[in-house]
């Protein structure tokens, strides 16, 4: 979890430093990020799922796949290893989403996916780590560093959501390059992550599920 006071510090420094982004902060108040405590795996789980969807179909899948494998509201590796192939498929997962996701409940299982071990290391070299497993690219893996580990200092580039969001707010939604792209929200660190929450909620309103 992320200390309320560490937040409130966040947004000071992002008021700062970004005044486009403190007219943001005014509009949406407080941050949340990190409010609650969120299991590594289930959200290793719904990241794999959301992958290329929106909110609202991540949602629909998810909903259906908990229900499917009796999951409740987490995910744990033995939801996974008991299922059926079809019957993931059968949830509206692609074909390799339910491989992955089976892979992933392997991997944690047999230790070789270790949340501890991950949670000692910088981000860089955790994202390199979770970036090896099957169906966890660079993306996948920095939702994870945010919304799981509670890492404060991620934006990530190949988020279409976020791309936008800067766009919007910078550059009247006309694309920025990457190399703008950085320059802006280099002046952010080290709250890049807490940036990147008040960008998604210019694209998608209130995402209380990502709390």
Known sequence: MIKPDTLRAAEAHLRARDARMARLIDTYGPCTLGRTRRDPFHVLCNSIISQQ???KAADTIQARVAAATGAGKRFEPAHFTAAEHAQLRACGLSNAKATWLRA???AAESGTLDFARLKKMDDEAAIEALDALPGIGRWTAEMFL???LDRLDIF???DVGLRNGLNRLHH???KLDDDATRA???N???YRSVGSWYLWRVI???MAGWD
Do not use: N, V, Y
Request: glycine fraction near 16%; charged fraction near 15%; aromatic fraction near 8%.
């Open 53 to 55: 969807l929106s909110a």
């Open 188 to 190: 952010w660190a080290p």
């Open 104 to 106: 992933l409940a392997d």
């Open 204 to 206: 998608d309103g209130d």
């Open 146 to 148: 945010i919304f799981a």
């Open 184 to 186: 802006i929200t280099a």
């Open 156 to 158: 990530a580039m190949g």
């Open 172 to 174: 009247g939604g006309e």
